[in-house]
């Protein structure tokens, strides 16, 4: 008992509703699925996750996120958030949250025109709040049950309030590429990549490599492994790489 005492104690608590399809993507690359494959109207999750370890080391890391999704036969509407929180003995470490919203438009069975808004707060990297505005052009490549591969490029606008004071407004290039792999009937792999570049000047990469797997009708696990890099991040946060693996257990009703 007393070694067990010793040890850190560790607590991983997820939940998630709806359905287990969407994976949690929206800060890496939003492109929702072809409204005209939807199988419903609407498609939502949520799910929550916490982390606590105590002894010779003190923290804890809570995180949080929902995704819904209004499909019609060639119109899609899909809203976000998510929120990530961690804290070493006592004093918070980083604080990231994130909203938005997207919509989606077939021109042709291939072809699509998008628009999407969003806000993020992640003053640990440099930003007290991240606005951006884009709209474009997207190919469905592939849209079949096993693979699905879809490209998406367009203008946008960004403005950034920077932690250390300060802020700027920029014109800004975005491009993003998603694929889905059914690998058998109950695992799926995702990969999600993004840019958004001011032409050189500053340019943000998103990516996420996640594998979900269904473990009965209502249990899917999902493992992701998420990577920012920023060719020129504030002052206040010099390092150009951020890295983030999560596992969580989702419930489908």
């Known amino acids: 008992m007393k070694a067990f005492n010793k040890l850190s104690a560790v607590l991983l608590l997820s939940a998630g509703a709806f359905c287990h399809q969407a994976l949690a993507d929206n800060a890496v690359f939003t492109s929702m699925d072809d409204p005209s494959t939807a199988k419903k109207p609407f498609e939502g999750s949520a799910a929550a996750g916490y982390l606590a370890q105590t002894g010779n080391t003190t923290s804890s890391s809570l995180t949080a996120q929902t995704n819904m999704t209004w499909y019609k036969s060639s119109m899609a509407y899909s809203l976000w958030g998510n929120a990530a929180n961690t804290s070493s003995n006592d004093e918070r470490s980083s604080e990231t949250y994130n909203i938005g919203g997207r919509s989606r438009y077939n021109v042709s069975n291939y072809d699509y025109l998008f628009g999407q808004a969003s806000w993020l707060s992640d ?120 890295t983030k693996t999560s596992i969580m257990l989702s419930y489908a009703m």
């Open 123 to 242: 003053r640990f990297n440099g930003y007290d709040s991240r606005d951006v505005l884009t709209a474009g052009y997207g190919r469905q490549l592939l849209n079949g049950p096993v693979h699905s591969l879809r490209a998406e490029f367009g203008p946008g606008v960004r403005y950034d309030d920077f932690h250390d004071g300060g802020h700027e407004t920029k014109a800004l290039g975005y491009g993003a590429v998603s694929y889905q792999w059914q690998l058998t009937d109950t695992t799926k792999f995702v990969q999600g990549v993004s840019v958004l570049s001011s032409f050189g000047e500053d340019t943000t990469l998103n990516s996420e490599t996640g594998l979900q797997v269904a473990i009965n009708d209502h249990f899917a696990l999902k493992l992701a492994y998420n990577v920012t890099w920023n060719n020129n991040p504030p002052e206040s946060a010099p390092d150009r790489t951020d």
